[in-house]
């Protein structure tokens, strides 16, 4: 079976633009978790999703939004790019919020 | 605040070796442990999980230890190989309680020399 895939692997973007990120979970998987990595730190949990809602959100600011979709994929948008936006941005299926997470290969955003 | 505590910060073991990594927590709701491998360039990966009602967990060559009264727990890994050789995070979160995001520690650079 297919683990969790995100696209694209890279992005590029300069201070003030705008920046969408995907994610497909594991096949049977109904919630989606986003996190932020930035160098050198683990990941920060910005949104959860389960079933299409928003179920959690972290300490992350309004410029960060995020939305699941009926076939349990999910984006993430990010508006206003700030330097220290440039992280690695993981997503984590599970099979509902309170299993197991599995994570994707990551997007590595970087803000110029 | 950091919720979780990690240390240490890197670790260099030859090739047999048990790294041992430890990490702390503050906040008694949690009750979900986990430990994550990473590899540069790619997500983490789940290695092995424990919940406070055991005081151990092995699976395979990797062991996690639990102490609960002193908010603590710990990953050994046995027999310790170059492929060994990543990052590794320890996590925490509330299952019980339907908190779930992970609250991750800051990462252990373990280095497997042979």
């Known amino acids: 079976d297919a683990g969790v895939t995100q696209s694209p692997t890279h992005l590029i973007k300069t201070r003030g633009q705008h920046v969408t990120l995907r994610c497909s979970p594991i096949s049977g998987h109904k919630s989606v978790s986003w996190y932020q990595q930035v160098l050198g730190q683990g990941p920060q949990f910005i949104f959860q999703?389960?079933?299409?809602?928003?179920?959690g959100r972290g300490n992350f600011p309004d410029r960060f939004s995020a939305r699941q979709f009926p076939n349990y994929s999910s984006e993430l948008n990010v508006n206003a790019l700030l330097l220290g936006d440039s992280a690695l941005y993981l997503c984590a299926s599970s099979l509902i919020p309170t299993d197991t997470q599995y994570f994707g290969p990551g997007t590595r955003l970087t803000v110029l | 605040q950091q919720q979780v505590k990690q240390s240490p910060q890197s670790l260099i073991v030859q090739k047999g070796g048990i790294p041992i990594i430890n990490c702390a927590y503050e906040n008694t709701a949690f009750d979900y442990f986990p430990w994550y491998q990473q590899f540069p360039g790619k997500g983490p990966a789940l290695l092995i999980a424990?919940?406070?009602?055991?005081s151990e967990k092995k699976e395979g060559r990797f062991t996690i230890s639990f102490n609960k009264s002193a908010k603590q727990f710990s990953l050994h890994i046995m027999d310790s190989q170059p492929g060994d050789s990543a990052t590794y995070f320890c996590a925490a979160s509330m299952v019980g309680s339907g908190n779930t995001p992970l609250v991750f520690g800051k990462g252990t650079r373990l280095s497997v020399i042979a």
């Open positions: 424990i919940r406070p009602d055991v």
């Open positions: 999703y389960y079933e299409k809602e928003e179920r």
